[in-house]
């Protein structure tokens, strides 16, 4: 028996994706948890604020704000390329909301300034967002090969789009030895290389796609 497919345009394909974006949406929220302030000291003046630890949360929550936006948009630009969802395909994006939803959880410890400078959560949030990226980017090529694009990507295409997604994994991942080998901190400056890879990644996507379309 083949499994249903979700098409679009469909009330059931419109409920996976609010589904998905209550997710995306209650893991932003849940990033203003982490941010306390332990001393009434602290808004005794703008220095104080950021010298008793609030610094280190607020970048904590920056940091996370963004790549959980950044994650949200990107699903938002996938799924717009799909006919439809099946099984195998929201088992994915569950997969990839699971991880999300922890982000909140690993973003504690390295905003926290009694952890940030330790090496665990430091290492604990880069395979986090690492592993979350590498779902994506499964859910994709699995959409792809189950005929569930818009536009058929050849296989130059979903090789060009999964090198692109192993930009950020690996950022992230080299990072854990860092923080065992120097901090925590000086571990999370090596998530700046990403400013490079990014639209280097980005750019070989684009490269690939003129390619194929002239060819």
């Not at 929550?61 to 630009?77: G, M, P, T, Y």
């Not at 990839?96 to 959880?105: K, M, N, S, T």
């Not at 890879?197 to 490269?207: D, F, I, M």
Request: proline letters at 4%; charged letters at 15%.
């Amino acid at each position: 028996m083949t499994a249903p497919v979700y098409q679009r345009e469909t009330s059931s394909f419109d409920r996976v994706l609010g589904f998905l974006d209550a997710i995306y949406a209650f893991a932003v929220t849940l990033l203003v948890l982490n941010i306390d302030v332990t001393s009434s000291d602290a808004w005794s003046s703008i220095e104080a604020f950021f010298t008793q630890g609030m610094g280190g949360q607020l970048l904590g929550f920056l940091i996370s704000f963004v790549v959980i936006v950044a994650f949200w948009r990107r699903n938002h630009e996938i799924l717009a390329d799909f006919t439809g969802l099946d099984s195998t395909t929201i088992t994915w994006n569950i997969v990839v909301a699971g991880l999300i939803i922890f982000i909140p959880f690993t973003t504690q410890g390295i905003s926290d300034p009694h952890t940030d400078e330790l090496p665990l959560p430091t290492a604990v949030y880069a395979a986090n967002i690492a592993l979350a990226v590498i779902a994506h980017s499964i859910m994709l090529q699995v959409a792809a090969r189950r005929g569930l694009l818009i536009k058929p990507l050849n296989r130059h295409q979903l090789r060009a789009r999964a090198l692109d997604s192993l930009g950020a994994p690996l950022v992230f991942l080299v990072s854990i030895p860092v923080a065992y080998l120097a901090d925590g901190n000086t571990a999370k400056l090596c998530w700046l290389t990403l400013l490079i890879v990014g639209p280097l990644g980005a750019r070989l996507v684009r490269r690939v796609d003129r390619t194929q379309a002239s060819g």
